[in-house]
């Protein structure tokens, strides 16, 4: 099999008519279908609405979505052009409040606009936004190739190992954070066998992570989340890896709901659990998971998931879209500049600063 890195999104043409085209993960995995966002309302649904999803990505797509919210404004004076900026970056910041990269990436462009309107005529400025977005882009392909060359340095052949969620190319800009891991592996001849937690509501891991391992070949087994206990009790898993979505000062982690119940298990059993993800994951004006905001979702997601009513009308449902792991869980958290274990305070300042 062809080994071809997902293109998660791609930008099409100029600053001034250009627009962003993105797989449109709902879609998958029975549709492979691009959306063309020409607009940056298009871009706030399409994150909203897990069209892109993972922190990456995310922080990828806004960084894009700032360049399509300023191409109207190319003639306007400072002031007005000021205004549109801020306008246009709260408005993308509003779409989800729990992955950390969305407001990295927001407050880069927003930086970058601040410096340049000192040089630069405001109708100059989006083409260097532009600039900036792409350069975000490519930052994070080598992002993840590092975090897969340190984390496959942790997984030996034959390995039988646990993810949950979607963390790969769809979540990213190309080879992802935990699957990073397990494409690396592959290339470097490892033989895995890799257990998919389907990720209940919204199934991420079976209809992406399984059509991504898919794509490459890997030995994949898709399980119910409720599965991941016995899978291993009975002795078929050696590791575990996940991405992450915000990580605290003190190594507490935010992934998708389910994650801390994987960990918890892990601990349990003596399995090693890992984490990967990139040092802009990483929030370290939170000391703590405690303080880190949880997404709360529709009720219909759960009471009537993918358009088939499962539950009785008036049920009350709670449905927060991730959970917090504590770091005392964590084995180790793979970044781009080395595997930061133990977990604390300490070492994650060592290896971010």
């Not at 999104?9 to 995995?29: A, E, N």
Request: with cysteine; proline share 5%.
């Amino acid at each position: 099999m062809t080994k071809i890195p997902v293109e998660t999104m791609r930008w099409l043409g100029d600053h001034v008519t250009g627009s962003l085209s993105l797989i449109d993960q709902t879609r998958l995995p029975l549709e492979l279908v691009e959306l063309n966002c020409t607009d940056v309302g298009m871009v706030w649904e399409a994150i909203k609405q897990l069209r892109v999803r993972g922190a990456p990505a995310i922080g990828i797509a806004a960084a894009y979505g700032v360049v399509l919210g300023m191409q109207q404004v190319t003639g306007s004076t400072p002031e007005a052009f000021d205004a549109h900026l801020t306008k246009t970056i709260e408005y993308l910041a509003g779409s989800r409040p729990t992955a950390v990269n969305l407001f990295w990436a927001l407050d880069r462009m927003r930086r970058l606009a601040n410096k340049l309107r000192a040089e630069h005529l405001p109708q100059q400025i989006p083409a260097l936004l532009l600039k900036e977005a792409k350069a975000i882009h490519d930052e994070d392909r080598q992002l993840c190739r590092a975090i897969g060359r340190f984390g496959a340095e942790l997984i030996a052949s034959g390995s039988g190992v646990l993810t949950h969620c979607n963390a790969g190319g769809l979540a990213t800009a190309e080879y992802g954070t935990a699957l990073s891991v397990f494409f690396t592996c592959q290339d470097q001849g490892k033989s895995l066998k890799v257990f998919v937690d389907e990720t209940r509501p919204l199934l991420q891991g079976a209809r992406l992570t399984a059509w991504e391992l898919a794509q490459r070949g890997i030995d994949a087994t898709l399980i119910c989340d409720n599965m991941a206990g016995q899978v291993m009790r009975e002795g078929k898993i050696q590791a575990v890896v996940v991405g992450a979505d915000r990580i605290t000062a003190n190594g507490d982690t935010a992934n998708k709901i389910g994650t801390y119940s994987v960990a918890v298990l892990a601990h349990a059993h003596g399995i090693p659990f890992y984490v990967a993800a990139p040092t802009t994951t990483f929030d370290l004006t939170l000391p703590t998971g405690d303080l880190i905001p949880i997404e709360q979702r529709a009720a219909t997601e759960i009471t009537h998931g993918f358009g088939r009513q499962t539950a009785p009308d008036g049920i009350s449902v709670y449905n927060p879209a991730f959970d917090v792991t504590p770091a005392r869980l964590i084995r180790g958290i793979i970044t781009e500049r080395g595997v930061i274990d133990p977990v604390n305070e300490e070492n994650i300042r060592k290896v971010l600063m």
